[in-house]
Structures are given as structure tokens and as C-alpha cells.
């Protein structure tokens, strides 16, 4: 089984990122899949979240009306659009995977190991 995230990279206050998430060894279009990120001496993050067929989706507060979801299950990638994005967001950050889809419960989770499956995460940093 592998998460393989990619697009992290440096960017200006305001800035836009795409990030990717490429899967294999398991069936993904059965699997949830979650954009979580980890700031430095910080806890885990819950991002966005969506369900196995891409029409339920979720998103933290922070940064719902900014950030988008969306999943290609012909490809078994996922992806987060980021925009305007804040300095306080610098983070690295990781996709997951679940079996069952836990809506905003995610937001409870504390650790990478709750979830299924998951990535090495790409780093995303955004300074002036």
C-alpha cells in the first residue's frame, strides 16, 4: 500500500498550491480519502475530507471557500487546491485513508496511525 503526496512547495501569502495524491495497493475507490497537515511542535490538523465517490465532501473552517477536494478514481490520485494561503498554514502536509467515512469526526484524530493508510506528506511553506 502506498500514498505518494506531491505539489508542496514554497509559496507567497495569497499564493495557490495544488497538491496530488497518488495510491496504490488496496482499492481506491473504497477508501475515503483525508488531506491532514502538521505544523512544526503542532498537533495534527484535519483538512478535508471525501467520501469513496467524490459528491460528499468536507472541510475544516479554516479553510472552507479556499480550499477544494476532489478525487480521480479511474487515476487513484486525489487532490487539494489550495488558495490564498496564510502563513500560519505552513505545514507538511499528508493524505490518508478509510474504509468508513467519519465526516467532521476526523477532525478528532490525533495521530496518523488512526487512519487506515498513509503518506510521507510534502511540505508546504508559506512566507513573504
Known amino acids: 500500500v502506498q500514498l505518494v503526496e506531491s505539489g508542496g512547495d514554497w509559496v507567497q501569502p495569497g499564493g495557490s498550491l495544488r497538491l496530488s495524491c497518488a495510491a496504490s495497493?488496496?482499492?481506491?475507490?473504497?477508501?475515503?480519502i483525508i488531506w491532514v497537515r502538521q505544523a512544526p511542535g503542532k498537533g495534527l490538523d484535519w483538512v478535508s475530507s471525501?467520501?469513496?465517490?467524490?459528491?460528499?465532501?468536507d472541510y475544516a473552517d479554516s479553510v472552507k471557500d479556499r480550499f477544494t477536494i476532489s478525487r480521480d478514481n479511474s487515476e487513484n490520485t486525489a487532490y487539494l487546491q489550495m488558495t490564498m494561503l496564510e502563513p500560519d498554514e505552513t505545514a507538511r502536509y499528508y493524505c490518508?485513508?478509510?474504509?468508513?467515512?467519519?465526516?467532521?469526526?476526523?477532525?478528532?484524530?490525533?495521530?496518523?496511525?488512526?487512519?487506515?493508510?498513509w503518506g510521507q506528506g510534502t511540505q508546504v511553506t508559506v512566507s513573504s
Open positions: 490518508a485513508a478509510t474504509k468508513i467515512y467519519h465526516f467532521h469526526a476526523y477532525a478528532r484524530f490525533t495521530s496518523l496511525q488512526e487512519f487506515d493508510f
Open positions: 495497493g488496496f482499492t481506491f475507490d473504497s477508501y475515503a
Open positions: 471525501i467520501a469513496t465517490g467524490g459528491f460528499v465532501t
